[in-house]
T-cell receptor
Framework: DTGVSQDPRHKITKRGQNVTFRCDPISEHNRLYWYRQTLGQGPEFLTYFQNEAQLEKSRLLSDRFSAERPKGSFSTLEIQRTEQGDSAMYLC?????????????FGPGTRLTVL | KNEVEQSPQNLTAQEGEFITINCSYSVGISALHWLQQHPGGGIVSLFMLSSGKKKHGRLIATINIQEKHSSLHITASHPRDSAVYICAVRTLTQGGSEKLVFGKGTKLTVNP
């Protein structure tokens, strides 16, 4: 297994366009997390899934954002009608919960630039 | 005030120096993570700890739960240690789920 992968690694788009990012977690990891990181800041929690169920969404996740994890494997994060403020690094992480042990493994991130 | 505070924000050292990065937090936690982020964005987990001390090679992480403080030490620093080091705590959301809350990171530059 090569770890958590994300696609694309970079995305440049014009304001108002829709974008979709994909995250492939480590196989058999039952939890998948999305984070956003702006320049000079630490990552901020957006949402997470346990298997296919989306269990928590941050108030940072506006109505323009939607995340899915069909079949409990890969996940997609879609941003509709992008704004310049959406420019950030979008990070995905996965983990396997066992008896309270929950170490998250991060992907390389997708850097979004909205012009 | 951020729930997780790191210091210093930036740190420049000479190769071979002993380095300490500090992390203080203000929320209840179930675990604390130290992460390393290289230019380009990828994050690598260095340590996850809930008490005491862990050591991996030249890296040592300690945590004091009572004082809500953790330190990351690097012995015999090397230019390849140059990266951003991020402290993150595992805490509960208002909905009772777990999430990570991150510090802003400490940018370490080790000069040869």
């Amino acid at each position: 297994d090569t770890g958590v992968s994300q696609d694309p690694r970079h995305k440049i788009t014009k304001r108002g366009q829709n974008v979709t990012f994909r995250c492939d977690p480590i196989s058999e990891h039952n939890r998948l997390y999305w984070y956003r990181q702006t320049l000079g800041q630490g990552p901020e929690f957006l949402t997470y899934f346990q298997n296919e169920a989306q269990l928590e969404k941050s108030r940072l996740l506006s109505d323009r954002f939607s995340a899915e994890r069909p079949k409990g494997s890969f996940s997609t994060l879609e941003i509709q009608r992008t704004e310049q403020g959406d420019s950030a690094m979008y990070l995905c992480a996965s983990s396997f919960i066992l008896a309270g042990y929950n170490e998250q493994f991060f992907g390389p991130g997708t850097r979004l630039t909205v012009l | 005030k951020n729930e997780v505070e790191q210091s210093p924000q930036n740190l420049t050292a000479q190769e071979g120096e002993f380095i300490t990065i500090n992390c203080s937090y203000s929320v209840g936690i179930s675990a604390l993570h130290w992460l390393q982020q290289h230019p380009g964005g990828g994050i690598v987990s260095l340590f996850m700890l809930s008490s005491g001390k862990k050591k991996h090679g030249r890296l040592i992480a300690t945590i004091n739960i009572q004082e809500k403080h953790s330190s990351l030490h690097i012995t015999a620093s090397h230019p390849r240690d140059s990266a951003v080091y991020i402290c993150a705590v595992r805490t509960l959301t208002q909905g009772g789920s777990e999430k990570l809350v991150f510090g802003k990171g400490t940018k370490l530059t080790v000069n040869p």
